[in-house]
């Protein structure tokens, strides 16, 4: 019932930027959180940002200062600023939505289908 549709990713030297973008459509009731995550081969999948409906922000602390996440409520959409890339950014990045349906039920989790990142000389 609920579609993530992500975007953005691609190849870039390093101190490149890139922006993703996801949006949220289906049966959504209302939005609890939204966020990225990313995982790169043989490693667990890392919280990299997270936005919530109340408007507090969480940041993998290695990214902080340069990754920005923002979104627009009203679409639906979540984006990933980012800038200044490192090699150890690469990852393929995921886009995350915790999402209410109806009003009578709870929440859950939605994934996106991820995006490759690749930041190399």
């Known amino acids: 019932q609920v579609h993530l549709a992500e975007s953005g990713g691609g190849s870039v030297q390093p101190g490149g930027s890139l922006t993703l973008s996801c949006g949220a459509s289906g049966s959504i009731f209302s939005i609890n959180a939204m966020g990225w995550y990313r995982q790169a081969p043989g490693k667990e999948r890392e919280l990299v940002a997270r936005?919530?409906?109340?408007?507090?922000?969480e940041y993998l602390h290695s990214v902080r200062g340069r990754f920005t996440i923002s979104r627009n409520n009203a679409m639906n959409l979540v984006y990933l600023q980012m800038d200044r890339l490192k090699p150890e950014d690469t990852a393929v990045y995921y886009c995350n939505v915790l999402v209410v349906s109806t009003m009578a039920s709870g929440p859950h989790d939605y994934w996106g289908q991820g995006t490759q990142v690749t930041v190399s000389s």
């Open positions: 936005i919530t409906n109340g408007d507090s922000i």
